[in-house]
């Protein structure tokens, strides 16, 4: 059964802009640690961002100053603000939620509900 749906994934140009979305079927964006992953061909997952019962958020390096994860109460929903992208920013982003509301020390293995994905593409 599908718990998270994610929307917004598409292609921009190098610089552009792109926004995901992630809504929640079951549970309140408000009460787990929420996070942001993507994996490109060939590559491992990787964590992007992450968004807590508190607000705080936490970021890749590689995406720092780029991206901003938030969260929408009323829509039950967990965003991905993507600007200034770049051609490596390719990958499929999942959106996954975590048992607990607080994300600190936590590994995508610890992430109990996953959406299918949608894809990213950047091209140069």
């Known amino acids: 059964q599908v718990q998270l749906r994610e929307s917004g994934g598409g292609s921009a140009q190098a610089g552009g802009s792109l926004r995901l979305s992630c809504e929640l079927l079951?549970?309140?964006?408000?009460?787990?640690?929420m996070g942001w992953f993507r994996q490109s061909s060939g590559e491992e997952r990787e964590e992007v961002a992450t968004?807590?019962?508190?607000?705080?958020?936490a970021y890749a390096d590689s995406v720092k100053g780029r991206f901003t994860i938030s969260r929408d109460g009323s829509e039950n929903s967990v965003n991905l603000e993507m600007n200034s992208l770049e051609p490596d920013d390719t990958a499929m982003y999942y959106c996954a939620r975590h048992p607990r509301p607080y994300c600190y020390n936590s590994k995508s293995a610890d992430f109990v509900d996953w959406g299918r994905g949608t894809q990213v593409t950047v091209s140069s």
């Open positions: 968004i807590d019962a508190l607000g705080r958020t």
């Open positions: 079951e549970y309140s964006v408000k009460n787990h640690c």
